[in-house]
């Protein structure tokens, strides 16, 4: 089994900074990429950022400028800088990770519980 465990939301003012952490641990032997979705309420899951091993990340365009993604490949992590926060930021953040395991065939994404990001007006 693969866990995901998140760190970092919180409340915040319109215009300040966050930063989400999220480590992938558990029985897996190979991992492809990481990063987050976010769900706000009565809307559907949506990209925030992801970030391949060979550093290659995506955006969404309205996080483009202001989040920073970035990962360490060793340690199983990924990081979400985010800067210039706006209401439309209020939303349960979700960390993913693709790996390899010894339960599923092929590639398997796994998600995290979520963290709550409240960016105030």
């Known amino acids: 089994q693969v866990q995901l465990v998140e760190s970092g939301g919180g409340l915040v003012q319109a215009g300040g900074s966050l930063r989400l952490s999220c480590v992938a641990s558990?029985?897996?032997?190979?991992?492809?990429?990481m990063g987050w979705y976010r769900q706000a309420p009565g809307k559907p899951r949506e990209l925030v950022a992801t970030?391949?091993?060979?550093?290659?990340?995506t955006y969404a365009d309205s996080v483009k400028g202001r989040f920073t993604v970035s990962g360490d490949s060793g340690k199983n992590t990924v990081n979400l800088l985010m800067n210039s926060l706006k209401p439309e930021d209020t939303a349960v953040y979700y960390c993913?990770?693709?790996?390899?395991?010894?339960?599923?065939?092929?590639?398997?994404?796994?998600w995290g519980q979520g963290t709550q990001v409240t960016v105030s007006s």
């Open positions: 993913l990770a693709d790996v390899r395991d010894y339960v599923h065939l092929g590639l398997w994404r796994y």
């Open positions: 558990g029985s897996f032997f190979s991992r492809d990429t």
């Open positions: 970030i391949a091993t060979d550093g290659n990340s």
